[in-house]
């Protein structure tokens, strides 16, 4: 017997789309509240030293945290590679701006305090600000085209095509629900962000983010349970006609699709999943009042648990569905059909068990050593090491 048959092939591709959710998941827990904090910045940080303190509480770990990203990208490229494909050519220039604002961020890490000029400095916080919203916010707005569907077809090589050049494919991914949904994105990990500066700060700094935090949650909230009522009473979604052949070729046009109904009669056939909706709710609630009573580990914990709600809400409500097609529904991606060879997931998962444990305990060793508030004179007194 081959080794890599051990494991079916559906269940692996079941498995891989599994640990895709984890890894963005992932990514947003942690990089999440970089990019909060970064946001939060010019508002919560009144003074330089103020503003160099906020900055010193993500500048150690920041580099750490953005490896879920390379992790999440990589296993898309290699255990989705239609998906890959297809995504990063119908949101090319939005992925552009993003990576261009995540180029950024390292870059004001680095010069911001090189000159003590205040323009100076003041020029880096707020590209700090932008390399914290843009991709916060453009998340969301990504997230929100793949609920809605995207206008690309595949031909008879499985090769994506989509309709108008790069701006207007650009343009056509600002729509209304895609907005909202960048909004919520936005908002939840502002509320992150101040989550993890309520642990890591204290004094002025850490009552501003609390109370810009506890509106950053609120709108959350708001603007999510705004997006399920849209989803499930203003949106069409998405249906296999017969049953998925779920061991079958990698081949998305032996699909049949069609467009219909509601996305939320998932939560009918399957009761189960709104176990996610409820945690996303839960989770951003009991921060808003962690955020208002000066919770610390247990707000940002509590953060964490209402993006984890959030996210995996998204992924289980359009199951069997990854990318679904507004313009051809047959093109339509989903977990069946759109995945890496039997062989390679497999070893890919030999892999992920190896070394993802040790990613885990690193990251945990890296937070433990850099456990504690930064506080001013930690900035003032160390000018030769703190950012």
């Given at each position: 017997m081959i080794l890599h048959e051990f494991i079916d092939y559906d269940t692996l591709r079941v498995i891989w789309w599994a640990l895709l959710g984890v890894l963005l998941i992932g990514f947003a827990l942690t990089d999440g509240f970089d990019m909060g904090v970064g946001a939060l910045l010019p508002f919560v940080g009144q003074s330089d030293v103020e503003r160099r303190v906020v900055i010193n509480t993500v500048g150690p770990v920041w580099e750490g945290n953005q490896v879920w990203f390379i992790l999440g990208g990589g296993a898309i490229f290699a255990a989705w590679p239609p998906l890959y494909a297809v995504s990063f050519s119908g949101f090319y220039l939005a992925m552009f701006v993003i990576l261009a604002a995540l180029i950024v961020r390292p870059v004001a890490?680095?010069?911001r305090s090189k000159r003590e000029d205040a323009r100076w400095r003041s020029t880096w916080d707020w590209a700090l600000f932008a390399g914290g919203a843009?991709?916060?916010?453009?998340?969301?707005?990504a997230v929100g085209n793949v609920l809605l569907g995207v206008p690309f077809?595949?031909?008879e090589m499985l090769m994506p095509r989509y309709d108008g050049g790069v701006f207007a494919k650009f343009i056509g991914l600002l729509r209304p629900f895609a907005l909202l949904a960048g909004v919520v994105s936005f908002a939840m990990l502002l509320m992150h962000g101040a989550a993890w500066l309520s642990l890591k700060t204290e004094g002025v700094v850490v009552d501003r983010a609390r109370r810009i935090g506890t509106i950053a949650g609120l709108v959350a909230m708001a603007g999510y349970a705004l997006a399920g009522l849209w989803l499930g009473f203003g949106i069409e979604g998405f249906a296999l006609a017969e049953a998925a052949v779920e061991n079958g070729p990698s081949n998305p046009l032996y699909s049949e699709v069609i467009r219909g109904g509601s996305w939320l009669a998932a939560y009918g056939e399957r009761p189960?999943?709104?176990?996610?909706?409820?945690m996303g709710f839960a989770g951003m609630a009991?921060?808003?009042?962690g955020l208002r009573t000066g919770g610390e580990v247990s707000t940002l914990l509590w953060s964490k648990l209402g993006i984890t709600g959030v996210i995996s809400s998204v992924g289980l409500t359009m199951f069997p569905f990854i990318l679904p097609s507004t313009v051809d529904p047959k093109s339509s991606l989903t977990v069946w059909?759109?995945?890496?060879?039997h062989q390679t997931l497999f070893v890919m998962l030999v892999s992920t068990v190896i070394f993802m444990p040790l990613i885990l305990a690193y990251t945990a060793w890296v937070y433990k050593v850099l456990w504690g508030k930064v506080t001013e004179a930690d900035?003032?007194?160390s000018t030769d090491t703190a950012y």
């Open positions: 890490f680095k010069y843009v991709p916060a916010l453009l998340f969301g707005v077809h595949l031909n189960w999943i709104a176990i996610a909706p409820l009991l921060a808003i009042r059909d759109a995945s890496s060879s900035v003032t007194d």
